[in-house]
């Protein structure tokens, strides 16, 4: 995977005055040759802005951003980089480990396997869950749910519930820093799971945590491993907003505090994210609005998020789980980000899951392909010359915006876009294909289905292709109207109607050619 140069570490940069003011006096430059000593003993001890503004509108090279099955993604920013820490998406009894991701760009990803196992939490067993990253003290911690602890266990003497472990290094190894849960036991009826973990302006830190549809709020001590108390004498207070079932996370914003949570079952479609805004840490929270909920185009069961703030910006970006359409494992879930844009009153605007893929990463994690030879080359997906390949998308789109750039570059045949497509496998597919032809044609195709049994053409127009030469294709399909757009898009080379296929999958293909695509974008009209 590819990735970009990393910058000169500060320690680097110090060196040379470092080594002058070993030999001579340096008045003028005495506080920060302090500095860099101090740094040169420590590297990575400070989190650092990365050099580079990730001004996106989603995941520009496609979701899910990683492979693999994880949920319940936290983010921090550490040296320069950005981190995503998921739970491993697997049966309880198989969560025994946390990996992380670290990316420049949030389009490159670096995968760290392993930096939390519970061969270093002795009282962990099984269910190691919603990793919440933080650095303090010269130090990076990693909180934790663990053994899936249920109400009246801990006095029967279960052990489980949120720890914290802690490391040098954001990658890890992470080790247990109590030896025991920090919160090990039912308060307020809140199951000790998914934790969130902010630290205020004034330097105070927070726990906000709860499953089992209670939410808590605690304080967390300088050492940041041990609970504080409130001013009443208590340690955890109740915040539990309307709806709310578990995934708690507190962000801030212009002075308002956004306590965020998610709601509905996670296992089933209708798991989804909303947010609360107040004055204070401490709440009330007054439920405002669902922003993030499942897009029955694009995926479903989104929920458990982190946020992602850009320094020095207004960019946001809500990081989260979903589940692919046709995956029907409740533990089946994936990595996807997209923007979160703020109105002008302070209010969050509901997310668009956003279809695109630039293949900048240099993988097709997100595409399922048959036929051919696919691969990433140069950011385009590449497929050799083939007598029937597809490679397509898990989405479900009616009306549609289909964009992307195509080029053959083998063979006489054609290369083009599929959508409103009801099987996937090569040989039966079924929908729609509009395809170029270096033999100077383009052409609409009703693929035909199990009734007609075959395909047949709608559309058939003379246009110039070169070999090798892209070309900007778009596809409006709404209602039964279809237009097919190549470079110019404002006048359509091909405008029918058909009422043959209504809803299903996209993707691209080829016959009888090789073809490279690239600047996928599946959008529902404006």
């Not at 247990?176 to 009826?189: F, Q, R, T, V, W």
Request: hydrophobic share 40%; proline share 6%.
């Amino acid at each position: 995977m590819r990735g970009f140069p990393a910058p000169p570490s500060l320690a680097a940069i110090c060196r040379p005055l470092i080594n002058l003011g070993s030999r001579h006096s340096v008045n003028p430059l005495f506080t920060l040759l302090i500095m860099c000593i101090a740094v040169s003993r420590k590297t990575s001890a400070f989190p650092t802005v990365p050099q580079a503004v990730p001004d996106y509108t989603t995941a520009e090279a496609g979701n899910p951003f990683v492979d693999g099955w994880y949920a319940d993604p936290d983010t921090a920013i550490y040296d320069g980089l950005y981190w995503v820490f998921p739970t491993a998406s697997y049966a309880y009894e198989q969560q025994t480990y946390l990996d992380a991701f670290s990316s420049p760009d949030l389009i490159n990803w670096t995968k760290h396997p392993n930096i939390l196992t519970t061969a270093n939490v002795t009282w962990a067993t099984k269910a190691l869950w919603a990793p919440a990253p933080i650095f303090r003290n010269d130090k990076y911690y990693l909180y934790f749910s663990a053994n899936d602890i249920q109400e009246g266990e801990p006095e029967n003497g279960v052990i489980g519930g949120i720890g914290v472990a802690v490391a040098e290094r954001p990658e890890g190894p992470y080790v247990d820093a109590i030896g025991k849960p920090l919160i090990g036991e039912y308060h307020n009826g809140a199951q000790p799971i998914d934790q969130g973990i902010f630290i205020d302006d004034d330097g105070q830190a927070y726990i906000y945590y709860g499953g089992h549809s209670y939410a808590n709020v605690a304080k967390l001590n300088e050492d940041m491993i041990s609970i504080g108390t409130f001013d009443n004498g208590t340690q955890f207070k109740e915040v539990t907003p309307e709806n709310y079932v578990e995934g708690a996370l507190m962000v801030k914003r212009n002075g308002v505090y956004y306590f965020m949570w998610s709601e509905g079952g996670w296992t089933g479609p209708d798991y989804a994210v909303s947010y609360s805004m107040a004055n204070s840490p401490l709440g009330p929270f007054p439920r405002v609005a669902k922003i993030l909920q499942q897009d029955t185009a694009v995926a479903k069961g989104s929920g458990h998020h982190g946020v992602i703030h850009v320094p020095d910006t207004d960019i946001w970006y809500i990081v989260y789980h979903r589940r692919p359409l046709n995956e029907t494992d409740g533990n089946h879930r994936v990595l996807a980000y997209d923007r979160m844009y703020f109105n002008e009153n302070g209010t969050i605007q509901p997310i668009k899951m956003l279809v695109k893929d630039n293949f900048a990463d240099g993988d097709m994690v997100a595409w399922n392909a048959s036929g051919g030879e696919w691969s990433v080359v140069d950011q385009r997906l590449t497929v050799s010359n083939s007598e029937s390949a597809n490679a397509m998308l898990d989405t479900n789109f009616t009306d549609l915006i289909f964009d992307a750039t195509v080029a053959v570059t083998e063979g006489s045949g054609d290369a083009g876009l599929v959508f409103r497509a009801t099987t996937l496998e090569t040989g039966d597919l079924e929908g729609y294909y509009v395809g170029i032809s270096p033999t100077g044609l383009i052409a609409l195709w009703n693929l035909g289905n199990a009734n007609e049994g075959k395909g047949y053409a709608l559309a058939e127009e003379a246009l110039q292709i070169s070999a090798t030469t892209e070309y900007h294709f778009r596809v409006s399909a709404i209602g039964n109207e279809i237009k097919v757009f190549v470079g110019d898009l404002e006048a359509p080379k091909i405008t029918v109607t058909d009422n043959g296929y209504s809803i299903g999958a996209d993707g691209v293909g080829v016959r009888n050619a090789g073809a490279r695509f690239g600047n996928i974008s599946v959008a529902k009209p404006s």
